[in-house]
């Protein structure tokens, strides 16, 4: 499967942004899908993800109730709604996808889109 995230900007802090990750080449339904991030000078970690139907969620305790995934699995796209964002949340937004809704919260995820910048201003 190919991923492909897109959506970030820069956007004050308190403010919202979508991101979207539209996948391509592959039974989309049969992949778990997550969102991590990685800041300057940091390592990437995990935000969120999704599983395959969209039923069961997860998140890391620094972006629950502010951030919400969800999937369209007929349109092939994995969204992730950020609210009330903070400085902190500034980074580059990456999709990943894997058969393992274990393995796609870690960084062994098999599949990877390409990263979206998301500035949060303060």
């Known amino acids: 499967v190919q991923l492909q995230a897109f959506g970030g900007g820069l956007v004050q802090a308190g403010g919202s942004l979508r991101l979207s990750c539209a996948a391509s080449?592959?039974?989309?339904?049969?992949?778990?899908v997550g969102w991590f991030r990685q800041a300057p000078g940091m390592e990437r970690e995990f935000v969120a993800a999704v599983s395959w139907g969209g039923r069961t969620t997860y998140y890391a305790d620094s972006v629950k109730g502010r951030f919400t995934i969800s999937r369209d699995n007929v349109k092939n796209m994995v969204y992730l709604q950020m609210n009330d964002l903070k400085s902190d949340d500034t980074a580059v937004y990456y999709c990943?996808?894997?058969?393992?809704?274990?393995?796609?919260?870690?960084?062994?995820?098999?599949?990877w889109g390409q990263g979206t910048k998301v500035t949060v201003s303060s």
């Open positions: 080449r592959g039974t989309f339904s049969s992949y778990c």
């Open positions: 990943a996808a894997d058969s393992s809704c274990t393995r796609v919260r870690t960084t062994a995820a098999d599949y």
